[in-house]
């Protein structure tokens, strides 16, 4: 089993950047592929990024592609993602998640991951 915590999240204006932080209890972070998911008041929860376990592999959503950035540190068990040209869209909750590995096609659906953190508020004022 894994705990996930999200730090990071803010206020900032459009055209800025943010960085997201997911830190991860136990010793088994390695183990698990990780993904960033968002939802936005009155949406649905979507996919952001997703990055393999040693962290070669990275997926993001198309929309996305270009001004997000996935990455981690196994050595420090932590998840980041780096946003940049922040649009007030972007606006939400965004929450880190961890999955026993399967199928890369599967890791854009929420329901892949086993493991979820409390989340992170970012709001993008323009």
């Known amino acids: 089993q894994v705990q996930l915590v999200e730090s990071g999240g803010g206020l900032v204006q459009a055209g800025g950047s943010l960085r997201l932080s997911c830190a991860a209890s136990?010793?088994?972070?390695?183990?698990?592929?990780m993904g960033w998911f968002r939802q936005a008041p009155g949406k649905e929860r979507e996919f952001v990024a997703a990055i393999s376990r040693n962290g070669i592999s990275t997926y993001y959503a198309d929309s996305l592609k270009g001004r997000f950035t996935i990455s981690r540190d196994n050595a420090k068990n932590t998840l980041y993602l780096q946003m940049t040209s922040l649009k007030p869209e972007d606006t939400a909750v965004y929450y880190c998640a961890a999955s026993i590995p399967a199928d890369s096609s599967r890791y854009y659906y929420s329901d892949s991951y086993d493991y979820w953190g409390q989340g992170t508020q970012v709001t993008v004022s323009s």
């Open positions: 136990g010793r088994t972070f390695s183990r698990y592929t």
